[in-house]
């Protein structure tokens, strides 16, 4: 359990993401993948029933005991809540509405957010673009650890410590790596947050909000469905910077597992994903991808050779903004 992680440094690299070229190359084989990108029809009346279920529960927990609101704040609503942070990463991509229907589609994120408890969608997005336009990208792609994180995480018990943390360190590292200035949307993203908490908070008491963010935080921290954020870029091979999951996990989480593809072809819709693997199946067969995250999370913490530095690094030059 002390054993220190051997790696004690990223892995930098001097070439571009893998994606940008993948892309290229199966749209000129395949160029009826054109036809899966644009919305997700079904994605909208999804996620509004995700919301009422959640609105639900908070009045059905209002009078549990404190130890039945964690449990079933971990078991059950953790995971719709984690489910949602997932649908507004897609709605970030404006699969909702389209791209025509930017806005729609950032007002459609803020009410996916409601049940998470905590503003969230708006400076997501924000970043999220970061992510994919500068994969690895140094001071960039806020996905990545800081050097902290790689150096004092190094133990298995650092490492699980580390994995509890990570819905702080998410929320607070672009902070410190990419600060970038408030937006209008981030304020009324906190309005409208703040102000049906608060409703809730009048109608049914404490209980119900706790059980809203304690879901959100344990379900983002050791948990089976929390394991993507480790399957998606993290290291496990040397040479390979993103990975794909194809497990039934992806059922309750709109297929975020397909992240090869993902990155490969963000425009297109989760439900639509497995189909890219299907028509391109000679360029994702035989790329390594993860079995299960439950697998994922323990090697994380006990394979003294993954670990927070387990990621790729790249130098980026910033695209100006118009």
Not at 105 to 132: C, E, T
Not at 226 to 232: T, W
Not at 236 to 259: D, Q
Not at 268 to 280: D, E, H, S, W, Y
């Amino acid at each position: 359990m002390g054993n220190r992680v051997t790696r004690d440094d990223f892995e930098w690299v001097y070439t571009e993401q893998p994606h940008t070229q993948r892309r290229k190359e199966i749209l000129a084989k395949y160029p009826e993948i054109k036809t899966l990108m644009g919305p997700d029809p079904h994605l909208k009346w999804i996620v509004s029933g995700m919301v009422f279920v959640q609105f639900l529960a908070c009045y059905l927990v209002k009078d549990l005991s404190w130890k039945w609101i964690f449990f079933w704040a971990y078991a059950f609503g953790g995971c719709i809540n984690h489910s949602l942070s997932l649908a507004i990463h897609d709605i970030s991509h404006n699969v909702a509405f389209g791209n025509k229907q930017a806005k729609w589609n950032r007002w459609f994120a803020v009410f996916a957010n409601l049940p998470i408890g905590i503003p969230y969608s708006a400076s997501f997005k924000k970043y999220h673009i970061d992510h994919h336009r500068y994969l690895g990208g140094d001071s960039l792609d806020v996905d990545i650890p800081t050097d902290f994180e790689g150096w004092f995480f190094c133990t298995p018990l650092r490492k699980l410590l580390w994995l509890f943390l990570q819905p702080l360190f998410y929320s607070l590292r672009p902070l410190y790596v990419n600060p970038k200035a408030i937006t209008r949307m981030e304020i009324f993203n906190a309005l409208i947050q703040f102000s049906i908490d608060l409703i809730i908070y009048c109608l049914w008491g404490l209980k119900p909000i706790i059980y809203l963010i304690a879901g959100t935080i344990l379900c983002m921290g050791v948990h089976p469905i929390s394991g993507h954020f480790i399957a998606e870029h993290y290291m496990f091979l040397k040479g390979y910077e993103t990975y794909s999951y194809y497990g039934p996990l992806n059922w309750l989480t709109f297929n975020v597992g397909y992240h090869m593809e993902h990155h490969d072809f963000p425009s297109i819709p989760g439900c639509r994903l497995p189909l890219v693997k299907k028509i391109a199946a000679e360029y994702y067969d035989n790329l390594p991808h993860h079995q299960s995250w439950i697998r994922v999370l323990w090697d994380f913490v006990f394979d003294d050779t993954i670990g927070p530095y387990s990621r790729v690094k790249r130098l980026c030059k910033p695209v100006k903004e118009s």
